[in-house]
Nanobody, 126 residues
């Protein structure tokens, strides 16, 4: 079992930055892939970025490439999402997710991930 706890959301103006954190607790040894998803009101949940926890390969949605960076601190069992040059269309609830077992495909499917955080709200005003 793994528990994921996100933090770092908030309200910023367009062009600003935020860093989201996701602390993992419990049996983290077999986590192969972690990711950030987001869901805006009235829209489906979408994958924002994923990372292979062992090798560090990263994948990004086209809408965030060059602006967002996913990273991890294995010593702290913490996943990060650095978000720069934020746009109003980035407004959403952001979720951290973890997957046991091999595989970290792109685009990711929500069903691929068995563990989810509670979400943290990001609001970007114009």
């Amino acid at each position: 079992q793994v528990q994921l706890v996100e933090s770092g959301g908030g309200s910023v103006q367009a062009g600003g930055s935020l860093r989201l954190s996701c602390a993992a607790y419990g049996y983290t040894y077999n986590i192969y892939c972690m990711g950030w998803f987001r869901q805006a009101p009235g829209k489906e949940r979408e994958g924002v970025a994923t990372i292979v926890t062992g090798g560090g390969s990263t994948y990004y949605a086209d809408s965030v490439k060059g602006r967002f960076t996913i990273s991890q601190d294995n010593a702290k069992n913490t996943l990060y999402l650095q978000m720069n040059s934020l746009k109003p269309e980035d407004t959403a609830m952001y979720y951290c997710a973890a997957r046991y077992g091999f595989g970290c495909r792109w685009p990711p499917a929500s069903a691929d991930f068995g563990y989810w955080g509670q979400g943290t709200q990001v609001t970007v005003s114009s």
